[in-house]
């Protein structure tokens, strides 16, 4: 955009707010690959084996997530020079210092940074699958996460100090299904609500979940 007025040297917040643009947008990124690395560690996702690729040089079974470690350091690469660069380049002594022509060589290192880690991001959810069995593994004995639907029906049925009980029962604590039912049996609710409450399990458990994700804009 064309600047008919300038000090010394050229305005350079125009700059500023694109790097702080991108380093939020690379922060973003950043997070969904720290994620990702974290569901294949504890196999929620699996990573797809690639012909020829070495996961290992001891292990041959191993499968690295590289491709998110590779994003996860170019993020942090380019979010270190786009936040230098947006502090620096909108101050200059007295409007007139030069310092800022150094520091702009170093916008290409920037962007080619955040480049690189989103395409070693991009390529690493390629290569990944939901795994739901071990992901139904854990569900299945999750009882204690049926805590907050359970809490909510005794509050609406004016049961004194529902989020104490059911904290009574399940902070900390591993219960099961007859644990749970046992719980619900003593309560002072309708049997109606009893007989629903005792046959939801852990992955019926999702609310309005469905609805409110087809509701939310995407743009």
Not at 36 to 45: H, R, T, V
Not at 92 to 111: H, K, T, Y
Not at 144 to 168: D, F, H, N, S, W
Request: aromatic fraction near 6%; include cysteine.
């Amino acid at each position: 955009t064309y600047n008919p007025l300038t000090t010394q040297i050229e305005s350079h917040d125009y700059m500023a707010e694109l790097f702080h643009v991108m380093s939020r947008t690379n922060a973003i990124c950043n997070n969904l690959a720290l994620d990702a690395w974290l569901y294949i560690s504890i196999g929620y996702f699996a990573q797809i084996p690639k012909a020829g690729e070495v996961g290992s040089s001891t292990m041959p079974h191993k499968i690295n997530p590289i491709d998110f470690e590779n994003g996860e350091a170019n993020f942090g690469l380019a979010n270190a020079l786009l936040l230098h660069l947006a502090g620096k380049l909108a101050n200059s002594r007295l409007q007139r210092d030069l310092s800022d022509s150094s520091a702009l060589r170093s916008i290409g290192s920037a962007f080619g940074y955040a480049c690189i880690g989103i395409d070693s991001l991009s390529r690493g959810l390629g290569k990944i699958a939901v795994n739901a069995g071990r992901i139904d593994a854990d569900l299945v004995t999750a009882w204690e996460t049926l805590g907050e639907g359970v809490q909510t029906v005794m509050r609406r049925a004016g049961i004194a100090e529902p989020y104490e009980k059911m904290k009574a029962l399940t902070r900390g604590a591993q219960i099961t299904r007859e644990d749970l039912a046992a719980f619900i049996a003593d309560l002072e609710l309708p049997e109606a609500d009893k007989q629903r409450l005792t046959a939801i399990g852990p992955a019926d458990y999702v609310g309005l979940a469905s609805k409110l994700v087809d509701n939310v804009p995407l743009d």
